[in-house]
């Protein structure tokens, strides 16, 4: 079992910079596929970024990528995705998610087991 809190939305102007956190419980933090989603108003969620818990290796979706950065800090049992270049259309709930293990790095949500709450990301024009 894993819990995940997310921290660090806001409002910011575009072309902005924001540093998402998300701390996990549990013990075996290092064991598990991190990844973070979001989820713009009336549409579905989606897939951000993930990365590996062994080797760290990351992935992105292709609208962030060279602006996102994912990372994770095992000792502190914490991801992080930090945002640059922010645009309006990065507007969205931010969300954390977690899978136990798995060898490669899922893109589809029904892979993940456990989700935070949420955090808000409102960039203005």
């Known amino acids: 079992q894993v819990q995940l809190v997310e921290s660090g939305g806001g409002l910011v102007q575009a072309g902005g910079s924001l540093r998402l956190s998300c701390v996990a419980s549990g013990r075996t933090f290092s064991s598990y596929v991190m990844g973070w989603f979001r989820q713009a108003p009336g549409k579905e969620r989606e897939f951000v970024a993930s990365?590996?818990?062994?080797?760290?290796?990351?992935r992105y979706t292709d609208s962030v990528k060279g602006r996102f950065t994912i990372s994770r800090d095992n000792a502190k049992n914490t991801v992080y995705l930090q945002m640059s270049s922010l645009k309006p259309e990065d507007t969205a709930v931010y969300y954390c998610?977690?899978?136990?293990?798995?060898?490669?790095?899922?893109?589809?949500?029904?892979?993940?087991?456990?989700w935070g709450q949420g955090t808000q990301v409102t960039v203005s024009s």
């Open positions: 990365i590996h818990w062994n080797d760290y290796s990351t």
């Open positions: 998610a977690a899978v136990y293990g798995l060898r490669y790095l899922p893109t589809d949500l029904a892979e993940y087991g456990y």
